[in-house]
């Protein structure tokens, strides 16, 4: 059940919010740009070798770390640095305190405003793949630095739709989804105003948490990845109790 | 003493040991300290982290150390959190080398178990630094 500070607080920043802003554009403007990037890296790809493959989960790794520390050291840290602080007030002071583990549904699509990164993240984490992409494309192979390229673009857009799926209504996908499901369970514990700062910082598949022990729950790396909605390993020394999802979904959406 | 006989941490010995107890206890023996107590209070808002001593700002007190020149945060340990439990202790004690002494242990004891919107007076802040004390 939501708190009267979580509904004002959601009132207050509704009111706010342009009168223009449509969050169907908003996404469609994101994954257009991330689509057509894929494509142009893919048509410069050729003749792929089985080893080059790998790079996609070297990267994948690299990008969970990254996320974790994005997470953990900006988005939840005030940094007197132009452009830093931004995020850390759009994050903590906002998406934080608009939703909690007690409620965390969107009412509108209107929501994913105080969600979603603006389109120029995006283009940012494009341009900052770059320089490993040339570098590891002049020294192994022209291919893995496209792959370099996909693996960074795709993992954006994962991290962006994972996100909008621990942010919707209650339902089947969500629910039985494998990994999707662990990461809703996962970010809705990250969501308990006691554990925001310190727990709980991956938003696409909890390895970093797992590997940094930042994690809520007390299970090995494979019981993280499919750990699902399941409270049962919640670890005993938490400073807070994390509601789930079942709970933070129960009801109907506020209409306020 | 724990079951098992070993000690109670500090953070279980302050939820254990009830703030009414100690005001209790602190106004028998000291009737004279009932009044002039300040309130400090903190809140993560939409236009910022506000925290105030009195209804005013809470002045960050960088003149003694600058741990953080981001402001205030809390509900962890770091920085941000030592500026504010440096700023709340040079306030309530007066004392600039007590509070640069005493942040540290009040950042890890109480700053980092904060939520968004917390409430302190200066008995609650004596009850902890005398728990800190004890221990």
């Not at chain 1, 994913?112 to 494309?137: D, E, H, K, N, Q």
């Not at chain 1, 938003?203 to 930042?214: K, Q, V």
């Amino acid at each position: 059940m939501m708190t009267e500070r979580q509904a004002g607080f959601r009132k207050e920043y509704r009111s706010r919010i342009a009168g223009w802003y449509n969050g169907f554009v908003h996404v469609l403007v994101i994954y257009t740009i991330g689509l057509t990037a894929l494509y142009v890296y893919t048509q410069h790809m050729g003749n792929i070798s089985w080893w080059e493959w790998l790079t996609i989960p070297a990267v994948i790794l690299l990008c969970n770390l990254f996320e974790w520390f994005l997470h953990m050291h900006v988005m939840h840290r005030p940094i007197n640095v132009t452009g830093l602080r931004a995020i850390y007030v759009r994050h903590t002071l906002n998406h934080h305190q608009f939703f909690t583990d007690q409620e965390m549904r969107f009412r509108d699509e209107k929501d994913w405003r105080v969600t979603v990164f603006p389109p120029y993240a995006l283009v940012i984490f494009i341009l900052m793949s770059i320089p490993a992409g040339l570098v590891m494309g002049y020294l192994i192979t022209p291919n893995v630095g496209w792959f370099i390229m996909c693996s960074t673009t795709g993992m954006y857009m994962t991290y962006e739709f994972m996100h909008l799926c621990c942010h919707v209504d209650e339902n089947a996908f969500v629910r039985y989804c494998p990994f999707v499901n662990t990461i809703r369970r996962h970010h809705t514990a990250h969501h308990n105003d006691r554990l925001m700062m310190e727990v709980n910082m991956n938003l696409t598949f909890p390895i970093a948490d797992w590997l940094f022990g930042t994690s809520d729950l007390n299970c090995g790396f494979f019981g993280h990845l499919i750990n699902g909605y399941s409270p049962k390993y919640l670890k005993s020394n938490l400073k807070g109790v994390p509601g789930g999802p079942l709970e933070a979904a129960s009801g109907p959406i506020p209409a306020e | 003493m724990r079951v098992d006989g070993g000690p109670i941490p500090l953070h279980e010995r302050l939820k254990q040991l009830t703030y009414v107890k100690y005001i209790t206890k602190n106004t028998v023996e000291n009737p004279e300290n009932g009044g002039g107590m300040k309130t400090y209070s903190g809140s993560r808002t939409i236009d910022g982290i506000k925290v105030y001593v009195d209804g005013q700002p809470l002045d960050e007190r960088f003149d003694i150390k600058r741990f953080s020149d981001s402001g205030f945060e809390w509900t962890y340990e770091g920085d941000a959190p030592r500026q504010l439990a440096l700023a709340l202790l040079a306030d309530h004690l007066g004392d600039d080398a007590k509070a640069l002494e005493l942040s540290e242990a009040f950042m890890k004891t109480k700053i980092s178990d904060l939520d968004n919107d917390w409430g302190l007076n200066g008995d609650e802040i004596d009850f902890i630094l005398s728990e800190l004390a004890s221990d």
